[in-house]
């Protein structure tokens, strides 16, 4: 019972996105980066991943004939989902007209619009991300202020990004992003998806990334550690005392902090990279 003494409203039946995909012509566009997920107990799994989303509130990137979209509402989320292509507009209306006041469809461009304006705080992202615009978002809602407008980010990747997100330092995957999303934030892959869940399927095997933000390092200013990242990965085959030695106080940094200047950039944990920032974010 819901308070007030009244049954919860079920959810609607709805057609095969296979046939709302047929009816409405959405072949997906390899321009936009489509790639189309139709299996709906995979895509339940999905929206299951930020945890209970009754009464919570939910912005989707990308959300093309509504399938995430709808795994979304029937869990009970308040949605608002910002989509590029027009010919999917029509297919999420009749989608917000089975769902009175649960969705909201924006058609716009994902890297244009400002989302705490469309949907308040503590928001959870959650999106079958277009291949081309991925990372991009990414790095732009990891670069937020902190802690951000969101609650947490549940995201489809390419399987090489998302191993690149939660990489631990050592190995070949690991590198700026890494450290851009594990500095303040907990990384972690929920899911693997294989390439023939997709229609068209892609030529790539695809994963489910999970992140919330964590407490900020003190005294750590992000374009301070965006700089000292690029001088070092931009040359992680050279040793720090080399891929440092532009970045004004890095070496001194390197001898304050007993931090071995032979080292390469892929052997320097988040944490290092972290107090080494902290000490330049001095200046």
Known sequence: MTEGGTEPRPAPSLPPLREVIARHGLAASKALGQNFLLDEQLLARIAAIPGPLAGERVFEVGPGPGGLTRAALRAGAKVTAVERDARCIPALEELAAAFPDQLTVIEGDAMKVDPPALT????????????NVGTPLLVGWLSARW????????????????????????????????VLAQWRAEARIAM????????PP????????????????????????????????????????????GVPGALEALEELGIDPQRRAETVPVSDYVALARLLSRG
């Open 120 to 131: 308040g705080e503590g928001v959870h992202i959650l999106a079958n991300l277009p291949y």
């Open 202 to 245: 892609p030529k790539v095997m695809s994963a489910v990334v999970h992140i919330v933000p964590a407490e900020e390092p003190e005294g750590v200013r992000l374009p301070v550690l965006e700089r000292l990242t690029a001088a070092a990965f931009g040359q992680r085959r050279k040793m720090l005392r080399q891929s440092l030695k």
């Open 192 to 199: 693997k998806v294989h390439r023939s869940a997709f229609t």
């Open 147 to 178: 802690k951000p407008w969101w609650a947490s980010l549940t995201l489809m990747f390419q399987q090489e990004v998302a191993e690149r997100i939660v990489a631990p330092v050592g190995t070949s995957h690991y590198g700026r992003l890494a």
